[in-house]
């Protein structure tokens, strides 16, 4: 069921709650909604009070200022966590909504009992990366939103599960056309302009959890590896055969280490 809530930089916030136990936030990534998560919310729901939010200017989620910023779309996220009055959470965040996982670790850590990004990284864009993303920009305001997400989709699964699961790609591409220009082009500047946020890793004391897929094009192995003893406590889960979307093609996989993960943090806060 999609509960919403109302604040005034931003009008609508719609989540998804299902479940019962401790409370497991999913942060959906780009250029997606919290559908995104699909089969795994059912399985994570067993066991723990799934929370999956849009975030502003995705789904049902609005957005009321003028240019968007990782940290705001943090703060959406702490928003829905104090409407449903919880007080500790783990927060898992796929690629942007990694992004925006270290933004709320940032600002709002003592509401935390874990982290986990899912092929997400801490590190900020690149300049060559910014420039691509300018590029895709000047692209999307030129009328090229279609052909951006009809090529980028794709591109974030492997080979061989492209190949054997046609229909499904096609659906995530109509789930990325929902997103209009203005969404797009905001989402590129919000990545663009965020800070490298390896100290956030340094100074957790919450354990963290890297999810990483060999095939992986977006956020490659090497560069995440160098990351993933940073924090304290680390839990490292690498897949075979699977590139930037675990969700989708290693859904049951994720679903367990997910829920080991978090019976890990609720155990040590509960010491
Ligand atoms: C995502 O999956 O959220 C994006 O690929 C992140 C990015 O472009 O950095």
Redesign the pocket.
């Known amino acids: 069921m999609l509960h919403q809530i109302n604040t005034i930089i931003f009008p609508t916030l719609t989540y998804q709650k299902i479940g019962k136990g401790p409370p497991l936030v999913l942060i ?5 909604d919290h559908n995104v998560w699909g089969d795994l919310i059912q399985q994570l729901s067993k066991d723990y009070l799934v929370i999956a939010p849009d975030l502003p200017l995705a789904g049902g989620s609005t957005y009321n200022g003028n240019d968007l910023t990782i940290a705001q779309m943090a703060d959406s996220i702490y928003a829905i966590i104090q409407h449903e009055k919880l007080e500790k959470v783990v927060v898992a965040g ?6 925006t996982v270290l933004a709320y670790a940032e600002k709002y850590e003592n509401s935390l009992a874990g982290i986990c990004l899912i ?3 801490a590190y900020a ?1 690149t300049e060559d ?1 910014k420039e691509l ?1 300018r590029k895709t920009i000047s692209l999307i305001n030129k009328g090229g939103r279609e052909g951006f997400i009809k090529q ?1 989709i794709p591109a ?1 699964f492997s080979e061989d599960f492209r190949t054997n699961n046609q229909e499904l790609i096609k659906q995530q591409i109509l789930e990325g056309l929902k997103l209009d220009e203005h969404a797009l082009v905001s ?2 500047n919000a ?1 663009i302009n965020r800070s490298n946020r390896t100290k956030v890793l340094g100074n957790a004391d919450f354990p963290v959890a890297w999810v990483l897929g060999k095939e992986d094009n ?2 490659s192995l090497n560069n995440v590896s160098q990351q993933t003893c940073l924090a304290t406590v680390n839990f490292v889960y690498v897949y075979n055969d699977t590139a ?2 675990s969700m989708l093609e290693n859904c049951r996989q994720l679903g367990d280490d997910l829920s080991s993960f978090c019976s890990y943090c609720y155990r040590s806060i509960n010491k």
């Open positions: 959906h990534g780009f250029p997606l796929h690629s942007m909504g990694g992004y092929h997400s990284s864009d990366k993303r980028m974030l989402f590129y990545m977006i956020t930037h979307m």
